[in-house]
């Protein structure tokens, strides 16, 4: 009843192993899922707006170039996405992927959190807008898993 | 002239075979309808949340969790429904389906609503809001094969 | 910085004194904020259609007449609303109220529900919809109070 | 021309006076701008869900109740807003502050960022949604006196 | 509780006096209503485009240049309207007051028709996009004051 | 650079065979079009409603029946439409045709009129809203496969 | 019936006194119409964004801190404007002219041109999106006086 | 993770290679890229109206029902492409590429403009709105390959 494929967009941290750890649980319970995100090469996605248009002196209109062109990925993909997930970890601050939320909210796409509970308090705001908070990715899997085929 | 696909989502009354009759009428008529709906093991909807996400104390919570869940797979199929049909029985107060005839009412999605005449008075401003009240499965089953290809 | 007016839409049971307490409460708080809700006046509200129209002699096309006409209020006063608080009670079925709340939920208007414990699991899907859940008419003022101005 | 008044709502850090600071500008060139924001008490803030709706054990669901009685004012507040304001400041995570930006970009209305230089790479996708970046608060007043009358 | 001015758009038949006799009622009534509508005069209505933007040879242009001009009044009022009436009379085939009717239908807007009941079976698709079918002016005016008021 | 498909949505008369024309002509083209429409099993398209739901002694409400059902049809099908081409001809009022006009207008859907030069007048408001008007049924599938392919 | 105001926002040449002509055209028609466009002092708009928020050395950001600065007026006034008048003039390529023209047609906000018959063939498909064409500004002037209240 | 195919709508200019060019770097590339954009045979963009519809002795008319017919193919396929790419070249003055611009602007498609640095003042507002500011058509390529992939 429910073969339909599933886009599910991944956004936040990138420096754990959590977007392998849902792949692989999608690609284990064979899940009609397409993952999509940003540009995960750290360096490709800081570089693109000077590699591909030019150089510039200053950093911020190097960050600027950079992220128009990431920009056109990443909105592309979170309109289309029937979930947006958001990781959140404890280094760096992750500015973009809150922002992802804030997006995924406004436009009424279900989102998921996905963190540990010493970031619970920070994270409020944003957990109140999202359908669930998971902590573990595979908690996410089996969510994805409940939602497209109805058992938990 | 009129082979396309419909996508129609079942909202409503879990406990009859009211799906099963309409399934049924649409695979003797052969038609292109994909049927979707909320997930149906009433035991892994009410504990979908907590069995994924871990226990609550609080029944309240527990509710929340898991109506979270079942919020991202139930919204997702009403969204890109082309018809829902919310069923209406004699027992219990069904209140989430009430709730995605509004839903859809308010997204602009032709809304079928299917009871006995006993409920014609409670149901007075959700019925106004649809294009058809039928009594029985098989009507909605007659209102596809007519909208979907036009001999009644 | 928060003397804004609110529109605060009341929908839902009409058998206790709810809507009064509520604007009891605003009135003594001197909030600035306008109530809206469906016309209260049972007889009237059942009415209307063929008051208005003409007689009908089957009940169901009545009761079409008289939602029809109530849908031109609700619908507007619902849209323009900044909050809608849903009350449910013990009696009735009250599905019009869950389709309000449905409504509201996908236009992304703010949704207080207010009902007792016993009604949370039947409510489960509602509730999850909703920024609150309120026990007391009393407290759906205090969250008012809280929003438009700062002090809990 | 232009005596039209605008909405700007303020969000983002608390810690520091900057709000003041736009408000007092705000004030000198007497604008016609009503400023907007999240509820700045930071106390009731936190407690204000369970100083409403009742106690927690779980800081979760504490949160949780405050964070969505918060969001009925700032949501409402942002969509109404004609320019949405955001501080991102040296301490703290702010994601709130990033959710909001990405809200208010979903939605289309114009977004001022306000930060020191040494966090434009954290916040560039964020610098790349907004109309200006600006280091001082005073220079968001010029911003608003510039595009309510015309002269920088 | 419902002082609220209410703004309402009268499309259609333009030789006999329903708008008078709606005009007059509300006044009667005292209700807080704004009336709407079309240029009524109708040699004004029809070389408008001409008048002002210079003389056309062909007919086709000269309606065209018209039209443009009176679609600038129309669609701005018919979108800020609260309640569409839409008048269909005996004569004429008032493709423009059924156009009107579609408009309003898509945007979600309360429509309003009146006309006799021997032209019930031609208007049939806009009727049951319609809230309410009245027969005379009269009862579009007791319309609205129930749903602005109240009382039927 | 163009093999993409389009939907193209007849309304209007149902006396002459201009649909007939038009899908000979794009046959003849090997146009990739869909071409959709109402149902125009004229006997069908006006019993549907008691047919299927039941027989009603007053003809409103039989008419009511069926347009309820006709719009789970046509408003689908007029929302995914591509370009939506009304015929208007010389007998019948055809308010449907006007009435879907207007729908298709206020949604930004690109309209072609398809009438005789007599009815041009009458006809103003409507093609002031269409990207063409057509007098014949093979101009329509020439506009098409120009837009389609890029010779005209 | 129609004291109601209209908001006109003015784009396009800077060169020459159509915006005087057409304020003096409303004065002296004593229309209740608030005009707006973009900040008219032509070093202001090419300064503002160096000026407040700090020199560039390239131009190419320079221009784009201005343009920003400058959008979050034209965007604000555009939406909120009944009816947007585009003036193209002989000289410079005013893309920026045209650019407001297709983001009022996006937005279904009325358009009219204002521009010489030279131009006409450069201008055709913004003109193909607006409901007039006007040659001179008091043409604009007796448009706003028709829709308005009724006599040409 | 990216296999997904992108639509491109090429605005503007037509009379030098570029979009051959991006044409062939996509081939190069084996992007799965559908290009789509106007008509390019600039007579029969032209005369489309008048040969299909009949003649016009004002040349305003026949510009009018060439650019209604073109407006059909441009909208449509504008309104689905997933990003718009505007070329401005040193001659003509383009205003329906700049059009086409604040068009997808206003729609929240993602824009990239294509010009050279002596055309960057006066297309500023353009720039603004857009993502990314190319020189070349291969780095328009470059954009898409990153964005589509994520390799620069």
């Known amino acids: 009843m429910s073969a339909r494929p599933w886009d599910v ?13 849902i792949a ?11 993952l999509t995100g ?3 090469d750290h360096a490709a996605s800081d570089d693109c707006g000077v590699d591909i248009l030019g150089p510039e002196e200053k950093k911020y209109w190097k960050d600027r170039k950079g992220a128009g062109i990431n920009a056109i990925r990443t909105r592309t993909l979170i309109e289309e996405a029937d979930v947006v997930v958001v990781r959140f970890g ?40 999202a359908a669930a908070t998971a902590r573990e990715p595979e908690q996410v ?3 994805l898993e409940y939602v497209m085929g109805g058992s938990a």
Chains 1, 2, 3, 4, 5, 6, 7, 8 share one sequence.
Do not use: C
């Open 24 to 34: 692989k649980g999608i690609a284990d319970a064979e899940l009609p899922v397409t």
């Open 141 to 143: 899997v089996r969510i």
């Open 90 to 129: 404890p280094k760096y601050r992750q500015w973009n992927a809150a922002f992802d939320a804030g997006f995924a909210a406004a436009m009424g796409t279900p989102l998921v959190t996905l963190h540990d509970e010493d970031l619970d308090h920070a994270l409020k705001e944003v957990d109140a807008a």
């Open 9 to 21: 967009y991944l956004s936040g941290e990138i420096h754990t192993d959590w977007r392998d750890r």
């Open 38 to 40: 940003p540009v995960l």
